[in-house]
C-alpha cells in the first residue's frame, strides 16, 4: 500500500483494517505512523468498523487510534463490539482519535420514501395525503407539483414519482433509504458531540454533500473528507476520491497535526483533478476562526481554483452522465461502460454555496492554471460559506456569525434530521443488541430533542 499511495503523489494513506482482514491485518498495528513510512509520505493502520459490530448502523472511520481493541473484545471481532456506533466512536474520541462516516450517501428509494411519509401523516388511513395532512409532512415538493391529477390528494404513487424527481436535487428533503447504506447514524452521533467528519469522493455526489448540507444548517461544525475505500468501493487506485488538509511549509508529515486538520475542516475534497488552492471569506480560511459581524452585510469571499486540461471519461468525473443525476461522483457501481478514455472538459463552474444554496457562479478555464476569483455576498443571519465545483471539489465552510447567533439556517433540514433518526429506528433498530437498546434509545431521544430545540430556533423554512 506504500507503493500505491507513494506513487499516486498521496502524503498520507489511512490502511484500515476490517472485519473480513480483521484477525490478520491487527497484526500490522501500531499507535503511530507505520515504519516504512517517509518524511513526506505517511501510512498508518487504523480501523473502519465494516464487517462486524456496529456496521449494520453505518460503517466508521476510526482514526490516530493509540489502541486497537475494543474493551472486552479479547483481540477478536467476534466479542464485546458495540452493535450502535455512537459507543465506539467515543471510544476512538476517548484516545484522541478522529472519527467519521465513510461511502456516506445513504440513497433514495422513492417507493419507500412515499410509503413514509404516508406512514407518518396519513392519519386518515385512506392510503393518501389530503391538504390537512399534507401541511403536516415535510414534502419533498410543493403540494400542487406532487398533485398531478389535481383531486387535492396525494396518491402512492405521485409521493413516489415527487421523490424521484427532487432527490435529482442538492439540497432535498426526501427521506433517506436507511436501509444499510451511508452514514446512518450520523444523526445521533453528531449531536452526542463524537463525529468529526462525513466523507465524500466516492459514492453517490447528492447524497454525500445532502446529507453534511442539512446538518450544517443546523449548527454542526461537521466537516467534509474525501475517500476511496479502495480496493472495495473503488478498485482502479488509491486516492480517487482526496482530502487536501492545510499543513503549512513542513519538512516532514505529522500524521496526528493531519488528524487534526482534518477534524478542524481546514481542507477540501476533490478528486485530484480539481483544486481550491485558496479559499477565503473576509480574510478567513476554512477550519480556523469564524467570520464575526454585528448585523447583516456583505462579504468578500476569494479564492484561487485550477482545473486539469484532461479527465478520465467515467461517472466518478461528471465527464459520463448515468441516468440519474444523484449517481453522479459514484464508483460503487459504474451506471456506464468502463472507459479507458480521457476527455478535454468544459469550463468549470465554480459555486458559492451559502447555507446550502448557491448564491454566485463563475465559468473557470479547465487549463491547468490558476485562476483567482472574488465574489461580494450578501449575508443576512448567521451561516456557513463554502466554495464547491460538482461533482469535483468542495471546500469545507467558513462560517459567518452574526450577532453571536448560532447558525439556524433552515427548519426544514431540523426536520428532515429528526425524522431522519425516526425512520433509522424503525428500518434498524432490530440490528442493536438487546442489552444495548437502552442507552441507544436514549440517545436517539436525545438527539431528537436536539433537533426540535433547533427547528425552534430556526426562522427559515
Not at 455526489?205 to 480496493?231: A, I, Q
Not at 500524521?255 to 473576509?282: E, I, K, T
Request: aromatic fraction near 8%; charged fraction near 25%; charge should be negative.
Amino acid at each position: 500500500m506504500f507503493r500505491q499511495v507513494k506513487g499516486e503523489g498521496l502524503h498520507v494513506g489511512c490502511v484500515l483494517t476490517w472485519g473480513p482482514c480483521y484477525d490478520f491485518q491487527r497484526r500490522y498495528f501500531q499507535p503511530k505512523a507505520d515504519a516504512v513510512s517517509e518524511p513526506m509520505t505517511v501510512v498508518k493502520y487504523d480501523l473502519e468498523i465494516s464487517g462486524f459490530g456496529s456496521a449494520p448502523l453505518g460503517h466508521v472511520c476510526l482514526l490516530n487510534l493509540q489502541e486497537q481493541t475494543y474493551p472486552d473484545s479479547e483481540g477478536t471481532k467476534e466479542r464485546g463490539w458495540p452493535s450502535w456506533t455512537v459507543p465506539v466512536m467515543r471510544w476512538a474520541k476517548d484516545q484522541g482519535g478522529v472519527t467519521g462516516y465513510p461511502h456516506s450517501d445513504m440513497r433514495i428509494d422513492p417507493q419507500g420514501a412515499a410509503q413514509w411519509l404516508l406512514e407518518k401523516s396519513d392519519t386518515s388511513g385512506d392510503g393518501r395525503l389530503s391538504v390537512a395532512e399534507a401541511e403536516m409532512a415535510l414534502l419533498p415538493e410543493p403540494f400542487t407539483r406532487i398533485d398531478r391529477d389535481e383531486d387535492n390528494q396525494l396518491s402512492a404513487t405521485e409521493l413516489a414519482d415527487s421523490c424521484d424527481r427532487a432527490g435529482e436535487l442538492l439540497p432535498n428533503v426526501v427521506p433517506p433509504g436507511m436501509t444499510g447504506a451511508g452514514a446512518m447514524e450520523i444523526f445521533v452521533s453528531v449531536p452526542e458531540g463524537v463525529c468529526d467528519f462525513i466523507s465524500a469522493m466516492d459514492t453517490g455526489r447528492v447524497g454525500e454533500w445532502n446529507t453534511w448540507y442539512h446538518l450544517m444548517n443546523c449548527g454542526f461544525p461537521l466537516k467534509v473528507s474525501g475517500e476511496t475505500d479502495f480496493p472495495c468501493m473503488s478498485s482502479r487506485r488509491v486516492g480517487q476520491g482526496r482530502v487536501y488538509v492545510q499543513l503549512g511549509d513542513v519538512d516532514a508529515i505529522d500524521f496526528p497535526m493531519w488528524c487534526r486538520g482534518l477534524a478542524q475542516g481546514r481542507s477540501y475534497v476533490s478528486d485530484g483533478y480539481a483544486h481550491a488552492l485558496r479559499f477565503q471569506v473576509n480574510n478567513q480560511s476554512p477550519g480556523f476562526d469564524d467570520v464575526t459581524m454585528t448585523g447583516p452585510g456583505e462579504v468578500r469571499v476569494t479564492a484561487r481554483v485550477a482545473f486539469a486540461p484532461e479527465l478520465p471519461e467515467a461517472v466518478a468525473y461528471g465527464t459520463q452522465q448515468p441516468p440519474l443525476r444523484r449517481d453522479v461522483g459514484d464508483t460503487r457501481v459504474l451506471h456506464a461502460p468502463r472507459s479507458e478514455q480521457r476527455v478535454q472538459p468544459t469550463p468549470r463552474l465554480v459555486e458559492i454555496v451559502v447555507n446550502g444554496k448557491v448564491v454566485a457562479t463563475r465559468n473557470v478555464p479547465s487549463d491547468g492554471q490558476p485562476h483567482d476569483l472574488e465574489f461580494r455576498v450578501p449575508i443576512e443571519r448567521s451561516s456557513w460559506v463554502a466554495l464547491r465545483q460538482f461533482p469535483q471539489l468542495h471546500t469545507n465552510p467558513v462560517n459567518v456569525i452574526i450577532s453571536g447567533r448560532p447558525i439556524r439556517a433552515s427548519r426544514a433540514s431540523a426536520r428532515w434530521c429528526s425524522q431522519a433518526i425516526d425512520l433509522l429506528w424503525r428500518n434498524r433498530s432490530r440490528f442493536i443488541a438487546e442489552a444495548e437498546r437502552p442507552a441507544a434509545r436514549a440517545a436517539y431521544d436525545r438527539a431528537s430533542a436536539f433537533f426540535r430545540q433547533i427547528l425552534a430556533e430556526s426562522d427559515e423554512e
